[in-house]
């Protein structure tokens, strides 16, 4: 699975879900999420340009609760934060932090906090992000199974940003966490 994904910082998040919801988005769900990255002691994934995660999710409607284990291979272009991405559900999230730790992995800090707020527009996902420490976000994403099929979703994103007031020249290919940190993603 590849993960087409675009990130810009937004000037007004309410005016940019109306702006969706008139493109003919439609909300999906809102959700708190809660990431915890890791790395071995000589800090190999992020050299990689690669992402190691537990992230807890929690439905802010029916207050349910989930975890999940991500693993982020290496950025596709210079454009966009398109990448390889490998997810599974864990029972225990917090067990699974701790097996981490027990095989050598160090928690990387700080650790993101954000109130996303999710549309949909057929197999396009919008995700307005409200990042602790940092401000307001918009993601804009397409899963798809072949690495053939990215330009066409990119160029469907780019569409959607042009409608919103924004290129693909506004992006930015930085994590959350590493605008947290004050570095960049390689």
């Keep these: ?13 309410r005016e940019t879900e109306q702006l969706l919801l008139t493109i003919g988005f439609e909300v999906s769900r809102k959700i ?20 190691l995660r537990v992230r807890h999710i929690t439905d802010l409607a029916g207050g349910v609760s989930k975890s999940v284990i991500t693993f982020k291979g290496k950025k596709m272009d210079t454009v966009s ?11 225990d999230g917090k067990l699974a932090e701790q097996i981490f730790e027990a095989i050598g992995f160090c928690k990387v800090t700080p650790s993101v906090i954000k109130v996303r707020q999710e549309l949909v527009l057929e197999d396009m ?8 420490g940092l401000g307001a976000f918009l993601e804009l994403e397409i899963v798809i199974g072949h690495e053939e099929e990215k330009e066409s979703a990119l160029s469907k994103i780019s569409g959607v940003l042009e409608k919103l007031g924004y ?20």
């Design 1 to 13: 699975m590849y993960e087409i994904e675009v990130k810009v910082p937004l000037k007004d998040a």
């Design 32 to 51: 708190r999420e809660e990431d915890h990255y890791y790395d071995n002691a000589s800090a190999q994934i992020k050299t990689n340009g690669e992402a």
């Design 81 to 91: 934060k398109s990448r390889k991405e490998l997810e599974t559900g864990v029972s």
């Design 125 to 132: 996902t919008a995700c307005i992000d409200k990042i602790d």
């Design 167 to 186: 290129s693909l020249s506004d992006t930015i290919r930085n994590s959350y966490l590493a605008l947290l940190q004050g570095t960049s993603d390689v």
